[in-house]
Structures are given as structure tokens and as C-alpha cells.
T-cell receptor
Framework: QKEVEQNSGPLSVPEGAIASLNCTYS??????FFWYRQYSGKSPELIMS????GDKEDGRFTAQLNKASQYVSLLIRDSQPSDSATYLCAVNMGNNAGNMLTFGGGTRLMVKP | NAGVMQNPRHLVRRRGQEARLRCSPMKGHSHVYWYRQLPEEGLKFMVY????????ESGMPKERFSAEFPKEGPSILRIQQVVRGDSAAYFCASSPRQGSGGELFFGEGSRLTVL
């Protein structure tokens, strides 16, 4: 069983719509959760972090965490073509040292004008 | 404040040669992580280092791969006797300290092509 799972997509949404990206993880003791955005040929860029159950909003982005269901999601409101990228879910598993993150395979988002 | 610096950005090697990838963490960061990304795949953890110490190398292949982070100078990921399967993007990330919130800051990556 993969430790962090994401639907590879592509997820296609029209401009202005809400994009919903989902991620599940296997380790119940995980404490920290992150969403990274990666444009093609570029490095991952941190866009959201979430540590406790519930919602966390930052501009057009909302991260949602449900530890009981081992589920974390990212909502992008008013999607723009510039949001087209691969979104990587990352989890700090509780049984490792430091800030080592385990990444999902990424979901490719396409926002169509 | 410079970000994570990696070089070379692109490296071409023939099978059997050696590849050396370098990473300088962000100023004030003492923890370095190396990840590998194959085409169309996610990031796979390789190794976690602090100055002069390897903390976790559970993601490193047992042979041909090694990493170091000396007291002075950048961290180096070394791949000996490269094979075509080593072609990938190698990303370095850094963080200021353990338990700092978990964020990793990534460099632009080194893209290795093995002919």
C-alpha cells in the first residue's frame, strides 16, 4: 500500500471554477501536511501547510484535514490558467527524523480558459 | 537571502561515468534532503543529512550512490557508474532545524541524463 496517494489526473476544470484535489495517507501518527505546486520542469513550491483538523484558508487556497479519515484536500477557488500545474501532497510521517516528507505521486491540474 | 542552490542544473553522462551533484542550503539551514523524481512521477526521498552526519539514508540505493554534507562546503550526491535508469531530476531541499514546522524549501534541481 502506498503511503501517500493521489489521483494522478489530469483534473480539468474551466477557468473560474473550484478545483478540488484529494490526498490520503496511511500513517495515523502523521502530524504535518503540505501541498506543493510544481510547474513542468520546475521545482516544487510550497503553497499550503496544515497541522490540525479542519480548514485553513490562504487567499484562493483552502486546505482541509481530517485525521480520523486520514484525508487531506486542497481547494482552489476561482481557478486560473496559471494554476495549471502538478500538485503534490506531502506528509511528515510521525516515525522519521527531521522534516523528511513523503510525497504522493501528484495530481495534474489543467485549467481551461 | 539566496534560496537553495543546486548545480549543475543539467548534466549529461555516458553509462559507467560518475555524476556529482551539489547543493548549498538556504542561509541558516543546517538540514539537507535529497529527492529523486523520475519523469511523470512524484518525489522519492533518498537521504537526509545534517552537517557531517547522515541521519537517514533509507531511500538510497545500496550500491553506487553516496551522499555527504561536510563541515565546509555544499552537500554532494555522488552516483558512480551511472546507468540509464539513473536519468532523473535530483532535487535538494533544506530546512532550518528539526521540528521547525516541517516545511522544506527546494532548489531548482539537477537534471541528469545518462546516454
Amino acid at each position: 500500500q502506498k503511503e501517500v496517494e493521489q489521483n494522478s489526473g489530469p483534473l480539468s476544470v474551466p477557468e473560474g471554477a473550484i478545483a478540488s484535489l484529494n490526498c490520503t495517507y496511511s500513517d495515523r501518527v502523521s502530524q504535518s501536511f503540505f501541498w506543493y505546486r510544481q510547474y513542468s520542469g520546475k521545482s516544487p513550491e510550497l503553497i499550503m501547510s496544515i497541522y490540525s483538523n479542519g480548514d485553513k484558508e490562504d487567499g484562493r487556497f483552502t486546505a482541509q484535514l481530517n485525521k480520523a479519515s486520514q484525508y487531506v484536500s486542497l481547494l482552489i477557488r476561482d481557478s486560473q490558467p496559471s494554476d495549471s500545474a502538478t500538485y503534490l501532497c506531502a506528509v511528515n510521517m510521525g516515525n522519521n527524523a527531521g522534516n523528511m516528507l513523503t510525497f504522493g505521486g501528484g495530481t495534474r491540474l489543467m485549467v481551461k480558459p | 537571502n539566496a534560496g537553495v542552490m543546486q548545480n549543475p542544473r543539467h548534466l549529461v553522462r555516458r553509462r559507467g561515468q560518475e555524476a556529482r551533484l551539489r547543493c548549498s542550503p538556504m542561509k541558516g539551514h543546517s538540514h539537507v534532503y535529497w529527492y529523486r523524481q523520475l519523469p511523470e512521477e512524484g518525489l522519492k526521498f533518498m537521504v537526509y543529512l545534517q552537517k557531517e552526519n547522515i541521519i537517514d539514508e533509507s531511500g538510497m540505493p545500496k550500491e553506487r550512490f553516496s551522499a555527504e554534507f561536510p563541515k565546509e562546503g555544499p552537500s554532494i550526491l555522488r552516483i558512480q557508474q551511472v546507468v540509464r535508469g539513473d536519468s532523473a531530476a535530483y532535487f535538494c531541499a533544506s530546512s532550518p532545524r528539526q521540528g521547525s514546522g516541517g516545511e522544506l524549501f527546494f532548489g531548482e534541481g539537477s537534471r541528469l541524463t545518462v546516454l
